[in-house]
């Protein structure tokens, strides 16, 4: 359900900074491959193993501003979380290299709130379920034009709800690929169920558990979503980025089982616009201090038409201790305003148009700290040869309104 949104997005910063090495280091570093005359001989070129990332991650959650029982009660939730990418590349005979991504991820997890929505039974949204959410990509890069081009699918699973996702990028880098623009687009076509809160489902209307489904309803949900991005090496030791990336979704933007109460004592479910238009703009900042020290930063600034406004800062630091051990202490910053149809707990009126007590889009401020700990020894990994990194990292996640949470996750990188 939605809680686990947050967990999921917590989880994932943790992926990013378990997967990203020193931010587009590979232009410092790397060199383009040499093209050959594509009338030459064919050579056989076969699909090559690059290298597979498992990731296990846990996160718990606690608070008392749960949606699901308009704006107050428990938030306890926990994620235990597993990742496995296996990366594959191919030379085609005009030596363009073709990579292919294989990414299964599956969730585990509990929501206290989640029993609220039907206390009486055991509901379709239950305090248990699994996320399971697999991707294929594939991306082709060619040094003659200097550009790299990709496709990508991916379809989500969850008790209420599946989604089929699709993705595609271009990128092209100047002569001296010192800068890259980038272009990306992509579409996610969702439904859910729409599951009713015990008190408030007509007679007729089905709960949604296993065995009462029939007659139930499925609503639409479509977000699109778009990025340009200029990336440029200033010198050896600055790289910078500028991005923008608008999104709109349309279809059911609220979630059917999320209660409000009026200031007469009124019950109903959250009620939201069917369509949203969001507009975050970022700038990222890498700069390499000396060999043992990156720093890396990000800015965001977001804004949508619900009324929300949003800051985000985020500032990382990896430290070579020696060159098979480093840290990298993290803090994210975010500050974002409500959006104009939110309320705590009561505080709605019945003459309102739209109305939710869902704290996820209220006003607050949240602070996520932690360190990251790599080992990369060059006889691998506890002896073992093609195990050449393992990263461990642990994250603190605060909210003003009194939410908190822990998220710790281990990765091995296989090559």
């Excluded at 040499?34 to 597979?52: I, M, N, Q, W």
């Excluded at 030596?95 to 509901?123: G, M």
Aim: net charge positive; glycine share 8%; with cysteine.
């Amino acid at each position: 359900m939605k809680k686990i949104i947050i967990g999921i997005g917590l989880y994932c910063s943790l992926l990013h900074g378990v997967r990203s090495q020193e931010y587009l280091s590979f232009r410092k570093n790397g060199s383009a491959q040499t093209t050959t005359d594509s009338t030459g001989p064919y050579v056989k070129r076969t699909l090559k193993f690059e290298e597979a990332n498992l990731v296990s991650g846990y996160y718990f959650q606690n608070g008392n501003n749960s949606a699901i029982t308009g704006g107050i009660g428990t938030e306890r939730l926990t994620d235990f979380a597993n990742s496995m990418e296996l990366r594959f590349s191919k030379l085609d005979r005009f030596n363009r290299l073709h990579n292919f991504t294989f990414d299964a991820n599956v969730d585990f997890y509990t929501s206290a709130s989640s029993d609220k929505i039907d206390p009486l039974t055991v509901s379709s949204a239950s305090r248990k379920d699994t996320h399971f959410y697999p991707s294929l990509s594939w991306s082709v890069k060619d040094d003659g034009i200097r550009t790299t081009q990709g496709l990508s699918y991916s379809f989500s699973t969850e008790y209420d709800y599946k989604s089929h996702g699709l993705n595609a990028f271009f990128t092209k880098l100047s002569k001296d690929k010192n800068r890259e623009f980038s272009i990306k687009g992509g579409a996610f076509f969702d439904t859910y169920m729409a599951i009713l809160p015990a008190e408030l489902r007509p007679i007729t209307y089905p709960s949604g558990a296993e065995d009462d489904k029939r007659g139930i309803a499925y609503k639409p949900r479509n977000s699109y979503n778009a990025s340009f991005s200029l990336s440029q090496v200033i010198n050896q030791r600055l790289q910078v980025m500028a991005m923008i990336e608008p999104s709109y979704q349309e279809g059911l933007l609220s979630t059917p089982f999320h209660r409000v109460y009026f200031t007469n004592g009124n019950e109903t479910v959250e009620k939201l616009p069917g369509t949203r238009f969001k507009l975050p703009v970022g700038f990222r900042l890498s700069y390499f201090s000396g060999d043992r020290a990156v720093i890396r930063a990000f800015y965001r600034a977001y804004v949508d038409d619900w009324g929300m406004t949003a800051h985000t800062t985020n500032l990382e630091i990896p430290y070579k201790i020696t060159p098979f051990f480093s840290i990298s202490p993290f803090w994210r910053f975010n500050s974002q305003s409500a959006v104009k149809y939110f309320k705590a707990y009561a505080q709605h009126v019945p003459s309102e148009l739209y109305y939710t007590s869902d704290y996820d889009i209220s006003s607050f401020t949240s602070h996520f700290v932690g360190m990251g700990i790599r080992l990369a020894p060059p006889g691998g990994i506890a002896g073992l040869l093609n195990w050449s990194s393992l990263e461990i990292r642990y994250g603190y996640y605060s909210r003003s309104n009194g939410m908190y949470g822990h998220s710790i996750s281990a990765h091995i990188k296989i090559k």
